[in-house]
Nanobody, 116 residues
Framework: QVQLLESGGGLVQTGGSLRLSCVASGDTTCISAMNWYRQAPGKDRELVGAITNGGTTYYPHSLKGRFTISRDAAKNTVWLQMTSLKPEDTAVYSC??????????WGQGTQVTVSS
């Protein structure tokens, strides 16, 4: 099984920064990449970025430059660094593994609220 735990969210003013963490535990050998998503109330889940085990990152064009994903393989941790935050970044952020993992226990996500 793979367990995921997100943390680092909170309340921040417009223009501020936050660093979210995603820690994977259990049998993580099945994970080949990690995606970060967000979901705001009443909206569809949105992919905000991804990182492969080799360190290759992907960001949607709309977020490129403000969001940065990094990882520490030894700690099974992936971070999402967010800068120049805007009210429209308010959402629950969660990480999801990419790979043929038979059982994944999703985390609760972490709430990010950006005040105007």
């Amino acid at each position: 099984q793979v367990q995921l735990l997100e943390s680092g969210g909170g309340l921040v003013q417009t223009g501020g920064s936050l660093r979210l963490s995603c820690v994977a535990s259990g049998d993580t050998t099945c994970i080949s990449a990690m995606n970060w998503y967000r979901q705001a109330p009443g909206k569809d889940r949105e992919l905000v970025g991804a990182i492969t085990n080799g360190g290759t990152t992907y960001y949607p064009h709309s977020l490129k430059g403000r969001f940065t994903i990094s990882r520490d393989a030894a700690k099974n941790t992936v971070w999402l660094q967010m800068t120049s935050l805007k009210p429209e970044d308010t959402a629950v952020y969660s990480c999801k593994p990419v790979g043929d993992c038979p059982v994944v226990n999703w985390g609760q996500g972490t709430q990010v609220t950006v005040s105007s």
